[in-house]
């Protein structure tokens, strides 16, 4: 069986205008009542072959949305004020979102575990927001997200094939 990282990597390119084309179709027909728990089942069954700790490319490639609660949870972890930590590892983005102020994400080691795991972002612990019926409340993240995480490409290629 094929490597689900390196199968993104080798059919991505061929296969992404056609996903695209089927989350935009999604987002604008009537979405199916079904399509969240479907999600939910391809997102465990998909998640039982990914190993994120291989891939990271969300810690790579993508600034996480840093919220409140967020700051004072790593701060406190850190032992900074929030003041200290907003100025040294936060930023605003341009749609107004705070989210850390560099890419690769600075926790993020060399063997891709991350030194801030068990107080990490809302966001971090959410992503790839395709479980928990939230996959139809996040079809445009999923757009977006199908070119860095191998994990949203095969949960929509199971999809479509439903």
């Known amino acids: 069986m094929e490597d689900p990282i390196q199968a993104w990597k080798n059919k991505k390119s061929e296969t992404l205008h056609a996903q695209k084309k089927f989350l935009t179709n999604l987002r604008k027909n009537k979405i199916s009542k079904n399509l969240d728990s479907e999600a939910d089942r391809a997102h465990d069954q998909v998640f039982a072959k990914v190993d994120c700790l291989k891939c990271a490319n969300c810690c790579t490639s993508i600034p996480p949305i840093v919220n409140k609660t967020d700051t004072r949870r790593i701060a406190k972890h850190l032992g900074m004020k929030v003041s200290e930590f907003q100025q040294e590892y936060l930023v605003q983005d341009e749609d107004g979102d705070?989210?850390?102020?560099?890419?690769?994400?600075?926790?993020?080691?060399?063997?891709?575990?991350?030194?801030?795991?068990?107080?990490?972002?809302?966001?971090?612990?959410?992503?790839?927001?395709?479980?928990?019926?939230?996959?139809?409340?996040?079809?445009?993240?999923?757009?977006?997200?199908?070119?860095?995480?191998?994990?949203?490409?095969?949960?929509?290629?199971?999809?479509?094939?439903?």
């Open 98 to 162: 705070t989210v850390m102020n560099v890419s690769p994400c600075r926790f993020l080691e060399a063997d891709n575990t991350c030194t801030i795991y068990e107080v990490r972002p809302k966001a971090c612990r959410a992503y790839p927001h395709t479980n928990r019926h939230e996959f139809s409340k996040n079809i445009n993240l999923h757009i977006q997200n199908l070119n860095y995480c191998p994990a949203v490409f095969h949960i929509v290629e199971q999809l479509r094939s439903v």
